[in-house]
């Protein structure tokens, strides 16, 4: 079955940079976006971007240029999210999902706290 | 960027009770309009794709509606197990993006 896995927690102080990954199995890596979306304690989803894993082309959301990057590994089947500069307006769970006609697949989270 | 705005922002109703929720985006995005269920604590998981059409092993309760820029989700007969914060989005253009929130709470 398909299945996104992400990296643990993380504690992070301000200015740190963060690097979260998001491991998929059970269907053809190459064949699916990855998208990045984030959410705030008590909040709503945030967009944060995506990655063409064939090229390994980018877009990120506006609010994020210059502070994301996005990468992957293909050759084993993984996702990466790193954002620098951090900021207490960062703590968030982190999700990744693959689209296909729509986010159909999530990753479990991935809990960033920044705190000094 | 297109804006998604839900409403009502919350609800309360009965088990058994037909419910409604409504998404409309800033311009046109044709059928191009998802539906997510989120559970606190959990990843949101896809309920509807491309406006009307059911995700494979969600319940035929669900149902969605809509084009161009006014949607619908429909819950017939609200369930206890239907407790959750449900989220539209956008699917037409980048950035991608959702609505606020419709959180549902069970009388």
């Known amino acids: 079955q398909v299945q996104l896995v992400q990296s643990g927690a993380e504690v992070k102080k301000p200015g740190a940079s963060v690097k979260v990954s998001c491991k998929a199995s059970?269907?053809?890596?190459?064949?699916?976006?990855i998208h990045w979306v984030r959410q705030a304690p008590g909040q709503g989803l945030e967009w944060m971007g995506w990655?063409?894993?064939?090229?390994?082309?980018?877009n990120f959301a506006q609010k994020f240029q210059g502070r994301v990057t996005m990468t992957r590994d293909t050759s084993i089947t993984t996702a990466y999210m790193e954002l620098s500069r951090l900021t207490s307006d960062d703590t968030a769970v982190y999700y990744c999902?693959?689209?296909?006609?729509?986010?159909?697949?999530w990753g479990q989270g991935t809990l960033v706290s920044v705190s000094s | 960027d297109i804006q998604m705005t839900q409403s009502p922002s919350s609800l309360s109703a009965s088990v058994g009770d037909r419910v409604t929720i409504t998404c409309r985006a800033s311009?046109?995005?044709?059928?191009?309009l998802n539906w997510y269920q989120q559970k606190p604590g959990k990843a949101p998981n896809i309920l509807i794709y491309?406006?009307?059409s059911l995700e494979s092993g969600v319940p035929s309760r669900f149902s969605g509606s809509g084009s161009g820029t006014d949607f619908t989700l429909t819950i017939s007969s609200l369930q206890p197990e239907d407790s959750a914060t449900y989220y539209c989005?956008?699917?037409?253009?980048?950035?991608?993006?959702f609505g606020q929130g419709t959180k549902v709470e069970i009388k």
């Open positions: 999902a693959r689209e296909g006609l729509a986010f159909d697949s």
């Open positions: 059970g269907y053809t890596f190459s064949d699916y976006d």
């Open positions: 990655i063409y894993p064939v090229s390994g082309g980018t």
């Open positions: 311009q046109s995005i044709a059928g191009y």
């Open positions: 491309a406006a009307s």
């Open positions: 989005q956008q699917s037409y253009n980048v950035p991608r993006t």
